[in-house]
């Protein structure tokens, strides 16, 4: 059993709702990243997203594109991040999911990805422009080395696409709360517990619910019907404003960024 299918099977023995903070890697530097991963741990998140900086983010909306460009200009890459993990990697942390697009791995080349990430200890890669038709030699490369690869669902996926997905995905589907981009405010509603259910008729995999969860209450709702709710952009900028200060420190961004995930816990 993979430490993500671990984490998700005591939520569901313990009949409770998971959190599954987001962030991007090398915002504000690759330094503070590495601090908050052992502390988002500490504080009970079920796994941790770890957004990898690329240059045209189409999915994310303003606060994560900001924070991505903020990363690039950084010198943040691959194997910086996956530095900072090997050296993070002495605490004890969640489960780490990279989360990416496929050019940066495309680039680094696949097997060289898969590899390095298993050496990081990664628990789980998911590439938000990757359809499941074309993930198959990432997928068999993550596979060898026991990494789950995980995939999104959409409010506009087909039934027949469900199934295509959940048979190669594992570790937990990312539903996505509605179409279009990060971190814009909306009710969660009837569209993400619709998905949630479709999702459930074809597969015994986690559900986790990102996508505009920016409240406690709408966290709680989700973990309603759903094992697990992600939230981004809330937490991505509250690392913004704390690193924007005249008086920003590492210790000032992690205190902010932990303050703002306890919200969700």
Known sequence: MSSLAERFATLRYEKRGGFIPFIVAGDPNLGTTGE???ALSRLGATAIEVGIPFSDPTADGPVIQRAAQRSLRHGTALPGVFQMLQDTRRQELAPIVLFSYYNPIFQFG???????????GVAGVL??????EGATVLHKELRRLEIDLILLAAPTTTDLRLKQITRIASGFIYAVARTGVTGTARKQGDESQQLVARIRAVTDLPVAVGFGITTRDQARRVCRYADAAVVGSRLVA?????????????????RSALECAREFV
């Open 127 to 132: 590439v938000v422009d990757l359809p499941p």
């Open 238 to 254: 509250a690392i913004e404003t704390a690193a924007a200060g005249k008086k920003s420190s590492r210790s000032l961004v992690v």
């Open 110 to 120: 696949l097997e060289k990805f898969a590899s390095m990430a298993a050496a990081c």
């Open 36 to 38: 908050l991963l052992p």
